[in-house]
């Protein structure tokens, strides 16, 4: 799976379990850490937790090992490592908190309508 795959697969599951405001930010030449970040936010812990378990379902049903999944328990702020896409699952008041949209800045918006439409 190339990483436009992977991010198709991130940006279509979380929006399957109705995770709100996602982007997708390119971090090619911005970032050594991953090609692409997604992002989004649920509206309870539980919403949160449930986006981050379906991300990891998807992965595994593809193959894919998830190389890292941090924040699950508290549900504040969830990162998923799935290599070239790392997503980012926060909960709302965390998502206005930290602002990971203005803090890489420098980084490309994907535009998702295409993504979504597959």
């Known amino acids: 799976m190339n990483e436009k ?3 198709e697969l991130a ?12 982007v997708a930010l390119d971090m090619r030449g911005v ?7 997604v992002i989004g936010h649920g509206t309870s812990e539980k919403q949160v937790q449930a986006i981050a378990t379906e991300l990891k379902k998807a992965a595994h049903k593809q193959g894919l090992d ?3 999944l941090e ?3 508290e549900a504040k702020w969830v990162l998923i490592d799935l290599g070239d896409v790392v997503v ?7 998502r206005n908190y930290y602002n990971l949209e203005k803090l890489w800045g420098d980084a490309v918006y994907v535009e998702l309508e295409t993504v979504l439409s597959q």
């Open 5 to 7: 795959e992977l991010l």
């Open 11 to 22: 940006v279509q599951t979380a929006d399957s379990k109705n995770a709100h405001d996602i």
């Open 31 to 37: 970032s050594p850490v991953a090609d692409y970040f």
């Open 66 to 68: 998830v190389q890292r």
């Open 71 to 73: 924040g699950y328990n």
């Open 88 to 94: 980012h699952i926060f909960h709302e008041d965390e």
